[in-house]
């Protein structure tokens, strides 16, 4: 890969002392040094949104955020960064469209969403569908951690072709993890229904952010090409609000009334 295609992480808990992230503006900087080593340039912080997303946490991010810039900025080094959140399940539409910290770098389109581990809520496809008409593009993130998501195939496909976005954690592809883990998320690479993976980093020693032996997995699982989608192409098209396919273009059915709703949707709010 060139120095242009340097990894991009989507997902990755910077901001200090806000969640269970690290703790000081040191330990946040040891993350961005230890991404930068393995070939990360840019990264979108992620801090969990588990309660009310209100102007209070608004507010709060973006002078988090705006310190880490400064931090990072003193000390020259050449990290790109975007602020954004993980939200947990219940947030509305409305507070995810009105606060700008909910959406990637506040483009009012790409948003990460996280779902209680052992279950998907018998509300979540209803809330998905009403993000969608809304403009908005939801990321699920890592759905290979969910207990329902990961034993049921189907209804990842199902919510791939209905455009929903998913992204896998790096750790998931590597031998600590576990085998229902792995064996999901690759099953989802090698079905083409994910679409980003990222690092989901909280500390530089129990939870890292490398990025860089994924990539090989990936690359190793499937293409190179494929590789790079899900960690250069699919994450920049986020950051920047352009279109990113959710299933291949060959596995595309027939296009129903709600996939043509969406559709609509999607093209007058760009």
Same mark, same amino acid.
């Given at each position: ?6 990894? !991009? ?19 946040? !900087? ?12 840019? @990264? ?9 997303f209100?102007d209070?946490?608004?507010r ?12 990072v900025?003193? %000390? ?28 990637f ?31 908005l593009r ?12 990961? %034993? ?29 883990d ?14 980003f ?9 129990? #939870? ?19 590789? #790079? ?15 990113? #396919? ?7 059915p027939?296009?129903? @009334? ?7 949707? %999607?093209?007058?709010?760009?």
């Amino acid at each position: 890969m060139s120095s242009a295609e340097s990894l !991009v992480d989507i997902h990755v808990h910077l901001l200090p002392g806000v969640d269970d992230g690290p703790r000081d503006i040191a330990s946040s !900087v040891a993350l961005i040094e230890q991404g930068l080593e393995d070939g990360v340039r840019c @990264w979108v912080t992620t801090p969990h949104v588990l309660g009310p997303f209100d102007d209070r946490v608004d507010r709060l991010h973006q002078s988090v955020f705006q310190e880490l810039v400064n931090e990072v900025a003193r %000390r020259r080094l050449p990290a790109e960064l975007h602020l954004a959140s993980e939200i947990m399940f219940g947030a509305s539409t409305e507070d995810i469209k009105n606060h700008r910290t909910a959406t990637f770098g506040g483009n009012g389109r790409y948003f990460l969403l996280e779902y209680p581990m052992m279950q998907f809520p018998t509300a979540a496809e209803e809330a998905l569908f009403a993000a969608q008409l809304a403009g908005l593009r939801p990321i699920v993130a890592h759905p290979e951690r969910n207990a329902d998501l990961a %034993r049921r195939p189907d209804l990842r496909a199902r919510l791939a072709h209905r455009g929903v976005l998913f992204q896998i954690n790096a750790r998931s592809l590597s031998r600590e993890a576990r085998s229902e883990d792995r064996n999901a998320a690759e099953h989802m690479i090698r079905n083409g229904v994910a679409h980003f993976v990222a690092s989901d980093g909280h500390d530089p020693v129990q #939870r890292p952010a490398f990025l860089r032996f994924a990539y090989e997995r990936v690359a190793e699982l499937t293409s190179e090409p494929t590789a #790079r989608r899900l960690l250069v192409e699919n994450p920049r098209a986020a950051i920047e609000g352009r279109a990113i #396919r959710a299933v291949p273009e060959e596995d595309t059915p027939p296009m129903r @009334w709600w996939h043509r709703l969406v559709k609509r949707k %999607r093209e007058n709010s760009r």
